[in-house]
């Protein structure tokens, strides 16, 4: 078994190595989070400009500045 004084030996080590690693480690971890919210922006404005080409299809006018009437599926009656 290992003797107290070896013991305490080995928490220093370990304690000092977690310093030594701990800020590279929030570094990445900051990047990884500007990264995220970045790619979560260009997302968002893809999908802006998807629903806004969409919406303006919808909305076909025509040369008399109406707007184009939809299209209704006529039901059959089935006696």
Request: proline content about 5%.
């Amino acid at each position: 078994m290992a003797s107290p004084t070896d013991q305490k030996i080995a928490k220093e080590s370990r304690l000092r190595l977690f310093k030594d690693e701990r800020e590279p480690a929030m570094k990445q971890v900051a990047e990884d989070a500007i990264a995220v919210r970045q790619n979560m922006a260009r997302l968002r404005e893809l999908r802006l400009e998807k629903e806004a080409e969409t919406a303006s299809a919808r909305q076909a006018v025509t040369p008399d500045g109406r707007a184009k009437p939809l299209k209704r599926r006529l039901r059959r009656r089935v006696y």
